[in-house]
């Protein structure tokens, strides 16, 4: 079991580890694992975003009330990301997972009685539980990623596991979509009696279908046997020490974590906004299962990017790549606020492929020379991942007043200040004195 850990993300590489040769093959075993874990949360995720039109409906909603949506799943990183942390360095990374699986897969239960039942707060609740779940494994995967071979090789394991998290985040609107056209609701539907499936049923069935793959996933984990590892606290650089003395003086993390909140506040909000934006007459008026493939389209761009953003921040300073995609993005958001048709269309999908190397570009720069002070900057940073609750939230109350469309320029100035961040908060001194 781990001495000590906190919530990590892309930067659990700056963790101490034990020093180790090659992965033996029971550690590619398990890494393999793991992968395919990043790729089902990856899935699930983006479910939320295809939800969204179908909630509005089932519940007579508007922009803003549909929008508690990812309110009720980025407030969990709030509130249940530390806990995660000091529950899993009780338990260890195997019982982490369990757990995490188990939780998620009661979450997806609650879905059925609050779609029944037609009880609102219960559906919101429902995406609590889901998305505390969820939390619970990435804070162990995370971790686990990271220790499993040598840690000069953490980084490439890690890119290698969020690959495969957005090609969950990619699939999941395609597969939803071929759900919906193969016929198998209609197989399902007629084994409980129904002769046609509404699409509240629907939806319900595809959250059954989720617990009892979650469930199943928990009891393959129970009987695997996993390694366990240890890892040693990080060393602790005297020159960082003396230049700051807590991470909340240092001037760059903190800058980050407002970066972060803005950062994964647009992506989401951009992403829970894409299915309405195709569906409006004078962009593409699309169905929402057409439009999903948009969607699908926008999360294979943040995979994309990612790849190729591998092998470009090898090169180039990872601030001005920042910087650069940061001011990619702003002008694509004018396109789509100002522009009709297809351009505004594909303007809105190419976003996600700006948005692939920031989450860990951010994330890296935030953490930098933090030495003792490294893990909890990294909480500090992870914390910030309620950006996803509050941004898009308030992007639906302006949608509601404004309009949909000219409502992107929230996502917009969150941007400008991320172009901001990647040239010039990002180098800034470390001690705020």
Known sequence: MAKALTPTSASSSYMGQNESGPPSKKHMFTLTCLILLFFLWGFITSLNYILIPEVKAI???????????????????????LPAGLLLKKVGYKSGIILGLLLSGI?????????????????????????????????????????????????????????????GTTVSPLFSQFLALSG???????????????????????????????????IIFTVLQLPKIEFESPSVSKRSSKKISSPWRSSHLLLGAVAIFLYVGAEVGVGSFLIGFLGEPHIAGLT?????????????????????????????????????????????????????????????????????????????LGLRGLGE?????????????????????????????????????????????????????????????
């Open 59 to 81: 519940f007579s909603l508007n922009n803003a009330h549909a929008m508690l949506v990812q309110f009720s799943f980025f407030i969990a990183y709030f509130i249940v990301s």
């Open 107 to 167: 979450g997806c239960l609650l879905f059925y009685p609050a779609i029944q039942l037609l009880i609102y707060p219960l559906f919101l609740l429902a995406l609590f539980v889901l998305a505390s779940g969820i939390i619970l494994l990435q804070v162990t995967t995370n971790a686990y990623v990271t220790v499993l071979g040598p840690s000069e090789t953490a980084a490439s394991r890690l890119n290698l596991s969020q690959a495969f998290n957005s090609l």
């Open 184 to 218: 198998i609701f209609i197989l399902m539907g007629s084994l409980f009696g129904l002769q046609k499936m509404t699409q509240m049923q629907i939806v319900q069935f595809i959250y059954i279908f989720l617990s009892i793959i979650l469930f199943g996933t928990s």
């Open 288 to 364: 929402p299962g057409k439009a999903a493939v948009y969607l699908s389209y926008y999360w294979a761009g943040a995979m994309i990017g990612r790849f190729i953003g591998f092998f470009v921040l090898k090169r180039l300073p990872a601030g001005k790549v920042l910087f650069f995609n940061a001011l990619i993005a702003i002008g694509l958001l004018i396109l789509v606020i100002l522009t009709h048709s297809s351009l505004a269309m594909w303007a809105i999908v190419f976003v996600g492929l700006c948005n692939s190397i920031m989450f860990p570009t951010i994330f890296s």
């Open 373 to 433: 002070h490294t893990e909890q900057g990294s909480s500090i940073l992870c914390l910030a991942v309620v950006g996803g609750a509050l941004i898009p939230l308030l992007q639906g109350v302006i949608a509601d007043s404004i309009g949909l469309q000219l409502a992107f320029i929230l996502p917009l100035l969150c941007y400008v200040y991320i172009a901001y961040y990647g040239i010039r908060g990002s180098a800034l001194e470390q001690s705020i004195e």
